[in-house]
């Protein structure tokens, strides 16, 4: 049976001291919110060694769609609520939906960031990047990154200014109205209020071969009409209706898998990834703890998380002075963002470690030691993703399963950035836009490369240990319940 495909997701420094946040009082806070979590605390403890056939990559993992339900989580709209029009609208896409996954064709983002910028060839020093001694991919990561800058896009990024600011205006209340604290009756039938209070607005369906636009429709409207005919739709799911303004998981249906996932139950999906294997288990893992993490940052520092779509770098934003060439559009999809309580706006990316390892005949739990500082190899992610959210710092957060959660802070580094993008331009100038391969180990050994590699382990270095969470956190009221199993099957 073949393994369902698992969704990777893969936007001057502030210096901010920790007694300025707002911390629990006692260690018994930092491990739980309450007494059974405490428990559950001890229990995790002793889970490591345990064993089982068939590992449960969902064990105590948080549903997206409840951490959507929080009141101090700002979520996206659903998918066929966003308004796409230039590449500010970019970041209103949910991770993981078709039409984010379609946004990346044409675009250099995060995830071929690396093998982009050569740190997957054989001539770099991966040990260094914390990559281990063979690294992922080799030539063929740039090879495969080449080719994903150079299809075509399905969505244009430069679009007239005012039709980019009318999408921006919806996309503003779209947002809102996903995020509404109390009921009412618009809440109650979200399609009865689209039809009384948008009757303008064009949707970008594939219905319909030919859009109707009303006499009194905007250019926007007329804009989004003639690439709704120019363009091949992606299908839309159907909406659902939600409670309080925010739509509630029922609990059946796999949360982490592809295409060939999405019909399966969660322990279909888990017996299907234990026949794939310990790198199966592991890939699926990190996408699907992702909103655990974000739930106990939230907790932890009693701070608003936002979801992220796809951000995208703003062409004006480079400065001249950073002498970068010709770039293909550049974008990153942070695991979050998050507000602190002063205000301060950071980056949130998650790193999760499966703490399953194949022996024999079944699996066992046993999670790594954590690390005194995050691998160097992130660093390029992190960092583009502050250039493409105009933040100045960015929480990485590393958990595993029975260590808890460390959390890095680390500060945006603009001579890196810019380092980044030239290189990036130099790729897409000499080989992207002229449809040729790059060679093999194509500038790894030039004085400027291996400066870049030695910025990205000096960046990890620098980065500071912020804050420990001994274990997941869950809301006090009890909102959100979790998994406790870390086995289907024993």
């Not at 993992?61 to 500010?88: H, I, N, W, Y």
């Not at 607005?201 to 989004?224: F, K």
């Not at 500082?373 to 960092?383: D, E, N, T, W």
């Not at 790894?444 to 382990?457: F, G, M």
């Amino acid at each position: 049976m073949p393994i369902p495909r698992v969704l990777l997701t893969t936007t001057e420094p502030c210096a901010l001291k920790q007694d300025q946040l707002h911390r629990p009082k006692s260690s018994d806070d930092v491990t739980a919110a309450t007494s059974s979590e405490s428990s559950s605390r001890t229990k995790s403890e002793e889970l490591s060694g345990a064993r089982g056939r068939v590992p449960n990559i969902f064990w105590r993992a948080v549903r997206m769609d409840d951490l959507r339900a929080q009141p101090k989580f700002e979520a996206l709209p659903e998918e066929s609520d966003v308004t796409l029009c230039g590449r500010a609208s970019f970041a209103y896409v949910r991770q993981g939906t078709e039409t984010w996954d379609a946004l990346h064709d044409g675009r250099l983002t995060t995830g071929v960031l690396n093998a982009a910028l050569g740190f997957n060839e054989d001539g770099v020093n991966k040990r260094a990047l914390g990559m281990g001694k063979h690294g992922r991919g080799g030539h063929r990561a740039i090879l495969n990154a080449c080719a994903r800058i150079g299809r075509e896009k399905w969505m244009d990024d430069d679009v007239d200014e005012a039709a980019a600011t009318e999408a921006e205006r919806r996309n503003a209340e779209a947002l809102a109205r996903c995020n509404a604290a109390s009921d009412s009756s618009d809440d109650e039938d979200d399609d009865d209020d689209e039809d009384n209070n948008n009757d303008t607005i064009t949707r970008m369906t594939h219905d319909a071969s030919t859009p109707v636009i009303a006499a009194d429709a905007s250019a926007l409207d007329v804009l989004l009409a003639s690439m709704s005919m120019a363009k091949p739709k992606k299908p839309k799911p159907k909406k659902k209706k939600k409670k309080n303004g925010k739509k509630k998981s029922r609990g059946k249906k796999n949360r982490a898998g592809g295409d060939d996932a999405h019909m399966l139950s969660d322990a279909q999906y888990c017996r299907a990834l234990a026949r794939g294997g310990e790198q199966s288990i592991r890939m699926a893992w990190g996408s699907a703890q992702e909103a655990s993490t974000l739930c106990s940052l939230m907790c932890y520092f009693g701070a608003t998380v936002h979801e992220a779509g796809l951000c995208m770098l703003d062409p004006a934003s480079v400065p001249e002075e950073w002498c970068v060439g010709p770039l293909p559009p550049v974008g990153a999809s942070p695991d979050g963002m998050i507000t602190l309580r002063d205000g301060e706006r950071l980056v949130v990316e998650v790193k999760n470690s499966s703490p399953f390892r194949e022996v024999p005949g079944s699996f066992i739990v046993f999670d790594r030691d954590p690390y005194d500082s995050p691998p160097a190899y992130h660093m390029p992610q992190v960092q583009l993703e502050m250039a493409a959210t105009k933040t100045q710092s960015a929480f990485l957060a590393m958990q595993s399963a029975t260590r808890g959660i460390r959390i890095f802070r680390i500060e945006r580094d603009d001579e890196f950035i810019a380092a980044m993008l030239r290189r990036i331009s130099r790729l897409y100038v000499s080989f992207v836009l002229k449809g040729k391969d790059p060679p093999m180990n194509w500038e790894v050994h030039s004085s400027e490369h291996k400066k870049l590699v030695a910025s990205a382990v000096r960046i990890a270095r620098n980065a500071s240990v912020f804050g420990v969470i001994p274990q997941g956190l869950l809301p006090e009221d009890g909102s959100i319940t979790v998994d406790a199993n870390c086995f289907l099957q024993r």
